[in-house]
């Protein structure tokens, strides 16, 4: 796991980061959808684009089976870039988020479709310990 992450689980002795679950909540995060980790551990990571203003529309996606990663050992969780798409007048942008193990990887990627004076983004990794007790959280870097 980078730095950044594994430094929430030095609180709690984490005896395995091996990924039991891996989903993303389209209804997470007030709509704006969400990327749950479980680790077979009992701790959970959920990643979400906490950066909402008005007037924009957020959401995440991935053409990748995030099904992929179970039964894997959590590597990194880490932005790998940021890009803005033509959408005919709108502001698009999105940023790629990469979530590494030991075997294989995934690219999710969020949006923000926005008038241009709104957007960019504020990606947050927020960790809870087997009992769902906040441990705490961090903002990737976009």
């Known amino acids: ?10 609180h709690s002795v984490v005896i395995s980061h091996i990924i039991e679950s891996a989903v993303i909540d389209p209804d997470g995060n007030c709509g704006n959808g969400s990327f749950v980790l479980r680790l077979a551990s009992g701790f959970k990571i959920v990643i979400v684009d906490a950066g909402q203003s008005c007037c924009e529309h957020r959401h995440l996606h991935t053409s990748d089976v995030v099904s992929s990663l179970v039964g894997e050992t ?8 940021v890009g803005c798409i033509d959408d005919s007048g709108e502001d698009h942008e ?38 769902g007790k906040y441990v705490g959280q961090h903002d990737l870097d976009t």
């Open 74 to 81: 959590l590597v990194s969780i880490r932005v790998d870039s």
């Open 1 to 10: 796991m980078n730095n950044s992450i594994a430094n929430l689980f030095d």
């Open 94 to 131: 999105v940023a790629f988020l990469k979530v590494s193990t030991n075997r294989d990887s995934i690219t999710l990627e969020t949006h923000v479709e926005h008038n241009g004076y709104y957007g960019g983004f504020c990606l947050r990794a927020t960790v809870y310990d087997p009992s």
